[in-house]
C-alpha cells in the first residue's frame, strides 16, 4: 500500500476522530517493520559492509527516537532513508574509507558470478521450498507467490486476484502460519 | 488491548503492510507484549527467506541483539547514538577503583543479577554497549574456560579481569565478537603465523578421557572465545599455512557458527537441546551435542548446566576442545570463566566411549543434562543413538569443524580421522544438507577442504 493509501487511512481515522496517539516507541517499531531491510539494503550500497550497515541502520532508529512523532511520522521514509545516507557516509568519513574502497571487493560484489555448485544449491532450495508452498491449498500458494517471488503489495495481490485486500492479509497470514509449521528447521 | 495471536495484521505489521491505527496498535503490542514480539519476529525471519528463497533478492535483517538494542533504547529517558552509548569497559563501576572481591561480586552481579534482557550497565534500560577498543588484546584474546564459574586464574588481579570481560562478553557478545574478528583481521602476517598474542595451551592434542566410576556430573561450559576461527581463516586463505597449534580451539571454531535455537528443556535461565549420534572417525564412541543457551524468557541465569553420564553404558568420556593455557610460573595469561551470553548459545561436543555390553536401552539413557536447581530442576534424558548421517545438519556441521579442529592440532585421539575422512564428510554435508548451508557455513566448509589438503600436503612431506 502507498503512501496514498496511508493519507486515506488517515484522513479517515481523523475524520472518525479515533486517530491513536502513535508514541515515539511505536513509531520506531513501525519503522523498523517497514523499512529495516531496504535500510540495510541502502546503507550497504555506501559502506560495502553487511556487518557496518547493520549498525548504520541501528542507530538510524535509535536516533528516530529523539525526534517529535508528530514531524516525522508523514515524512517517515523520506527522513529514514536521509539519516541513514548521512550515517553512513560519517562512518565511512571516520575511517577514512572513502576513497579507499576496495577495488576487488567492489567488483566481486558487483560481478554478481556465483560459484556452479552455489547455483545448485540455490536451485535446489527453491525447488524444495516451493514443494512446500505447493502443499498449502491453493489460493494461499498463489498469494505467498505474488508475495516473495513477484514481490506484489497486499494491494498489487488484491489488484491481481480480485481478491480484497482485507482477504489477501489473511490468506498469507494463515499460509505463512502453515509453511513454518511444515518446513523444515533449517529453513524457518 | 490483547491481541490474539491468530490476527493477521500481526502478519501485515511484519511485512510493512499495515498503516494507520491498526499499524499504531500492534506497535503497542509490540512493545508491551512478548508473545506478539516473537510472532512478529517470527514473521519477518521467513519473509525474509523466501524473499531470497524465491525473489531472489538479498534480504537483510537487524540481528536479534540489534533489534533488541532498537526496542531497549526506546526505554531510556536520554537516547545517544550508539558510539557515545558505547561504555568504556574499564570505567565501569563494577571494575575500576574498587577491590578484587567486590570487583568479581559486582560483575557476577551485572550477569547473574540484571533484569530483562535490554538492560544495560548501572542500572539503566540502556542496551549493554561496551567499549571493547579498550580493552586488552590478552583479555580479548582468551580462551573459556570448561571449569565452575570462579576456579580461574593465577593472581587476584588476574581473576578480576577474567570475571569482569566474562561478564561484559555475556552482555554484549556480537560487538565482542566482531572487535576480536577486527583485530585479528589487522594484524601483520607475521603476528598472525607466530601466534605470540595467544596464549600458550595445555597440550590439546592429548584432550584428556576421563573414566566414568559412578555418578559422574559435568558442568557443561555455557560460553567459549571468539579468536580461533578467524585466526584459521587468515592463515589457511591468505598464507596457504596451517595454523600455529595455539590458534586452534575447536570450542571456538565450533561457536563461530550460529545454530538452531534450543528448545527442548528450559530451567534456571536456560535453555537447551541435546542429541547423540555415532561418530564418523571412530567405531567405538558416540558424539553427544548439547546446545545450550541463555533463555530469553527469563530474567537471569541462576544455575548451572549439569550433565550426568551413565555409568553402565559409558566407560569414558571426553570435552573436545576447551584446552587450557599452560600454567607456568611467568604465565598470568587465564582462561576465562563460562557466563552464558544474553544473545549467543554454546555449542558444546562430548566423545564418549560405550562400554562394550553396552547395547541396552533398558540400561537407562546415555546421559542426562539438568537446568536448574533443587525442586525446579528439569532434566533431558538422551539414549537414542542416530548414525551421523541421520543426526541434524547442525550436529553433522559442528562435528565436522571438530574433526577439522583435531586434525589441525594433531590430535593422538582421532582415532581413524585423517585428511580424506575429513573431505568425506565435507562431501556429505554438501550433498545432503544443501539447504541448510547459508553463506557463513558454504564459506567454511571451503575453509576446511583447503585445511584437508594442506595437513595431507604436510603429512605426505
Known amino acids: 500500500m502507498g503512501d496514498a493509501n496511508h493519507n486515506n487511512n488517515k484522513l479517515n481515522d481523523i475524520q472518525k476522530g479515533n486517530e491513536m496517539v502513535e508514541t515515539s516507541a511505536e513509531l520506531v517499531e513501525r519503522a523498523v517493520s517497514e523499512f529495516e531491510s531496504p535500510l540495510i539494503g541502502y546503507a550497504k550500497t555506501i559502506v560495502h559492509d553487511l556487518d557496518r550497515a547493520r549498525d548504520v541502520v541501528q542507530d538510524t532508529f535509535i536516533r528516530l527516537y529523539q525526534q517529535d512523532v508528530s514531524k516525522v511520522r508523514d515524512g517517515l521514509k523520506s527522513w529514514l532513508f536521509t539519516v541513514c545516507r548521512n550515517r553512513a557516509l560519517d562512518v565511512l568519513r571516520k575511517e577514512k574509507r572513502l576513497v579507499l574502497v576496495d577495488d576487488e571487493i567492489l567488483a566481486a560484489e558487483d560481478s554478481g558470478v556465483a560459484e556452479p555448485g552455489q547455483i545448485a544449491a540455490d536451485h535446489e532450495r527453491v525447488k524444495l521450498v516451493k514443494s512446500y508452498i505447493a502443499r498449502l491449498p491453493e489460493n494461499q500458494a498463489t498469494v505467498i507467490i505474488l508475495k516473495f517471488e513477484k514481490g506484489y503489495s497486499y494491494q498489487e495481490i488484491s489488484d491481481a486476484t480480485g481478491l480484497t485486500s482485507g482477504n489477501v492479509g489473511f490468506l498469507i497470514h494463515t499460509g505463512m502460519k502453515r509453511l513454518r509449521a511444515t518446513l523444515p528447521d533449517e529453513l524457518k | ?461
Open chain 2, 1 to 461: 488491548m490483547k491481541i490474539d495471536l491468530n490476527d493477521p495484521r500481526i502478519t501485515a505489521f511484519a511485512l510493512g503492510e499495515l498503516k494507520g491505527n491498526d499499524a499504531i496498535e500492534i506497535a503497542r503490542a509490540v512493545r508491551t507484549d512478548t508473545r506478539v514480539r516473537a510472532a512478529v519476529d517470527e514473521v519477518r525471519d521467513t519473509s525474509c527467506m523466501l524473499m531470497e528463497t524465491l525473489g531472489g533478492n538479498e534480504t537483510h535483517l537487524l540481528t536479534s541483539e540489534q533489534r533488541d538494542a532498537v526496542r531497549g533504547a526506546g526505554s531510556s529517558s536520554v537516547i545517544t547514538d550508539i558510539s557515545s552509548a558505547k561504555q568504556s569497559f574499564w570505567t565501569n563501576p563494577a571494575v575500576a577503583g574498587i577491590g578484587v572481591a567486590a570487583a568479581v561480586a559486582l560483575t557476577l552481579y551485572i550477569v547473574a543479577g540484571r533484569s530483562g534482557s535490554g538492560s544495560g550497565p548501572g542500572g539503566d534500560d540502556l542496551p549493554a554497549k561496551w567499549d571493547w577498543a579498550q580493552v586488552d588484546m590478552d583479555s580479548l584474546m582468551a580462551p573459556a574456560v570448561s571449569d565452575v564459574p570462579g576456579d580461574v586464574g593465577s593472581t587476584n588481579g588476574a581473576k578480576e579481569n577474567a570475571h569482569a570481560v566474562s561478564a561484559a562478553i555475556s552482555d554484549d557478545t556480537h560487538s565482542f565478537r566482531k572487535e576480536v574478528k577486527q583485530r585479528i583481521d589487522s594484524m601483520k602476517e607475521e603476528q598472525i603465523e607466530s601466534a605470540a598474542s595467544l596464549p600458550e595451551l595445555e597440550d590439546s592434542s592429548k584432550q584428556r578421557w576421563q573414566n566414568i566410576t559412578g555418578d559422574h556430573p559435568l558442568n557443561v561450559p555455557l560460553a567459549s572465545g571468539a579468536a580461533s576461527w578467524p585466526w584459521i581463516v587468515r592463515s589457511i586463505e591468505e598464507q596457504k599455512k596451517l595454523p600455529p597449534q595455539r590458534a586452534v580451539r575447536i570450542e571456538e571454531m565450533v561457536n563461530y557458527f550460529r545454530y538452531k535455537k534450543p528448545t527442548m528443556i528450559s530451567g534456571g535461565g536456560l535453555v537447551a537441546d541435546m542429541e547423540i549420534c555415532r561418530t564418523p572417525w571412530n567405531p567405538t564412541t558416540v558424539l553427544l551435542a548439547v546446545h545450550v543457551s541463555a533463555d530469553s524468557a527469563s530474567q537471569s541465569v541462576n544455575a548451572p548446566a549439569i550433565l550426568s553420564i551413565n555409568a553402565t553404558r559409558v566407560q569414558r568420556v571426553r570435552l573436545m576442545g576447551y584446552a587450557q593455557p599452560k600454567n607456568t610460573p611467568t604465565n598470568d595469561r587465564v582462561g576465562r570463566p563460562s557466563h552464558a551470553s544474553r544473545s549467543h548459545g554454546n555449542y558444546v561436543i562430548y566423545e564418549l566411549e560405550m562400554r562394550e555390553n553396552e547395547g541396552s536401552i533398558n540400561n537407562g539413557a546415555i546421559a542426562t543434562l539438568s537446568l536448574g536447581k533443587g525442586a525446579n530442576t528439569a532434566q533431558l534424558p538422551v539414549g537414542r543413538i542416530s548414525g551421523w548421517i541421520h543426526a541434524s545438519s547442525d550436529l553433522r556441521f559442528a562435528s565436522t569443524v571438530s574433526a577439522c579442529g583435531m586434525l589441525l592440532n594433531g590430535s593422538q585421539t582421532k582415532g581413524e580421522l585423517d585428511a580424506k575422512r575429513l573431505l568425506s564428510l565435507v562431501d556429505i554435508i554438501e550433498k545432503q544438507d544443501l539447504t541448510a548451508l547459508g553463506g557463513d557455513r558454504r564459506g567454511a566448509l571451503k575453509i576446511i577442504r583447503q585445511a584437508a589438503g594442506l595437513v595431507d600436503a604436510t603429512s605426505s612431506n
